[in-house]
T-cell receptor, first 113, second 110 residues
Framework: KQEVTQIPAALSVPEGENLVLNCSFTDSAIYNLQWFRQDPGKGLTSLLLIQSSQREQTSGRLNASLDKSSGRSTLYIAASQPGDSATYLCAVRPSQGAQKLVFGQGTRLTINP | DTAVSQTPKYLVTQMGNDKSIKCEQN?????MYWYKQDSKKFLKIMFS???????INETVPNRFSPKSPDKAHLNLHINSLELGDSAVYFC?????????FGAGTRLSVL
């Protein structure tokens, strides 16, 4: 059974720092992995989608990497800003035919001005 | 235009009532979902509909019933609401690639 873990549960850093959020999954046989952002009281916003054949995806100040063999993904945020404060979730899609995403419990990120 | 929209945004109701949450997507996706986010922030899938056919029903009580009048809509009906139903419910859609979520409906059962 696939399990997704995100550590730490919460992270607080000063504005301007580069930071890394971690996501690990127990079964390396995945179809894709997706990083989401959730603002308080709001829905999920998709940030980056990495297919199983890819090693990384980049969007602006965000870079997500995928190492299937070790069951890990990282989300790198460069030059953090207060507006980056949110909960970041990673989710794994086990197979192409799987409709269910397996989510981690998220990392709550706070960027201090 | 919002890709996945759900209404209402907030729903406060008494225990025992019956309520519905609506969801619409304008992305032309074939598959729609309902998720429940619990107090620990875990997202758990409740239902999945593909071309008006139920694919997943993850041990959800019978009080919860999804209704899909067409490919663009998947509504969630809840009968005899209980205190434990209080949560944020998210609608989502997908077609092959990533999943797109609505903004969520915060249900509070008093």
């Amino acid at each position: 059974k696939q399990e997704v873990t995100q550590i730490p549960a919460a992270l607080s850093v000063p504005e301007g720092e580069n930071l890394v959020l971690n996501c690990s999954f127990t079964d390396s046989a995945i179809y894709n992995l997706q990083w989401f952002r959730q603002d308080p009281g709001k829905g999920l916003t998709s940030l980056l989608l990495i297919q199983s054949s890819q090693r990384e995806q980049t969007s602006g100040r965000l870079n997500a990497s995928l190492d299937k063999s070790s069951g890990r993904s990282t989300l790198y945020i460069a030059a953090s800003q207060p507006g980056d404060s949110a909960t970041y979730l990673c989710a794994v899609r086990p197979s192409q035919g799987a409709q269910k995403l397996v989510f981690g419990q998220g990392t709550r990120l706070t960027i201090n001005p | 235009d919002t890709a996945v929209s759900q209404t209402p945004k907030y729903l406060v109701t008494q225990m025992g009532n019956d309520k519905s949450i609506k969801c619409e997507q304008n992305l032309g996706h074939d598959t729609m979902y309902w998720y429940k986010q619990d107090s620990k922030k875990f997202l758990k899938i409740m239902f999945s509909y593909n071309n008006k056919e139920l694919i997943i029903n993850e041990t959800v009580p019978n009080r919860f019933s999804p209704k899909s009048p067409d490919k663009a809509h998947l509504n969630l009906h809840i009968n005899s609401l209980e205190l434990g139903d209080s949560a944020v419910y998210f609608c989502a859609s997908s077609q092959g690639g990533g999943r797109y979520f609505g903004a969520g409906t915060r249900l509070s059962v008093l």
